[in-house]
């Protein structure tokens, strides 16, 4: 036998040996299911934030000055 056709034999082998360990370990690993219910002692999604008191674009209005004191200005 060649030392080509020897090599095509080892690499076929070792490549079946892997697909075989590899079905083997995925049908063995507990892949579970997906849904949308919510896991057991969780307290649920996040909820929506209430609506804003302005118009989209429209600055958000200050109320007095800033509180700074460094802003502030001293005689």
Same mark, same amino acid.
């Given at each position: 036998m060649e030392?080509?056709?020897?090599?095509?034999?080892?690499?076929?082998?070792?490549?079946l040996a892997v697909a075989i360990v590899?079905?083997?370990?995925?049908e063995r690993v507990n892949m579970p299911a997906v849904s949308n219910d919510?896991?057991?002692? %969780? +307290?649920?999604l996040a909820r929506p934030h209430p609506p804003l008191? !302005?118009?989209?674009?429209e600055?958000?209005? %200050? +109320?007095g000055g800033p509180s700074s004191a460094s802003?502030?200005? !001293?005689?």
């Open positions: 030392d080509q056709n020897r090599m095509t034999l080892v690499l076929s082998a070792v490549a590899a079905t083997i370990t995925m919510a896991a057991p002692g %969780t +307290v649920g008191d !302005r118009a989209a674009g600055p958000i209005q %200050t +109320v802003i502030r200005g !001293r005689p």
